[in-house]
């Protein structure tokens, strides 16, 4: 049973920093990309940022790029996302996924294997 969780949402004002950690169980975390999709009120969910299983290649979405950042600690089984200077668009349920191959396949919903329940982040002005 291959198991994703969240933490790290929460409250920020415009400009603040914020750190979402994801946990992961039951697979070989080495070989499976990761990535950070959110989904805003009203709007379809979207990629953010994504990894590979070895850590060698990153991407984001044009909206955060230079403000977000991505890593992973194979040997916790654990995927950051460091967020700064968090704008009010950013307020979204923030969910991390597990793709089905050490690759980043695809930033659409149809690569990712598994998903977590999600947490809110919400940036206030």
């Known amino acids: 049973q291959v198991q994703v969780s969240e933490s790290g949402g929460g409250l920020v004002q415009v400009g603040g920093s914020l750190r979402l950690s994801c946990v992961t169980s039951g697979r070989t975390f080495s070989s499976t990309a990761m990535a950070w999709f959110r989904q805003a009120p009203g709007k379809e969910r979207e990629f953010v940022a994504g990894i590979s299983g070895s850590a060698s290649r990153t991407a984001y979405a044009d909206s955060v790029r230079g403000r977000f950042s991505i890593s992973r600690d194979n040997g916790k089984n654990t995927v950051y996302l460091q967020m700064d200077r968090l704008e009010s668009e950013d307020t979204a349920v923030y969910s991390c996924?597990?793709?089905?191959?050490?690759?980043?396949?695809?930033?659409?919903?149809?690569?990712?294997?598994?998903w977590g329940e999600g947490t809110l982040v919400t940036v206030s002005s």
């Open positions: 996924a597990a793709y089905r191959s050490a690759t980043i396949t695809t930033t659409k919903d149809s690569g990712v294997d598994y």
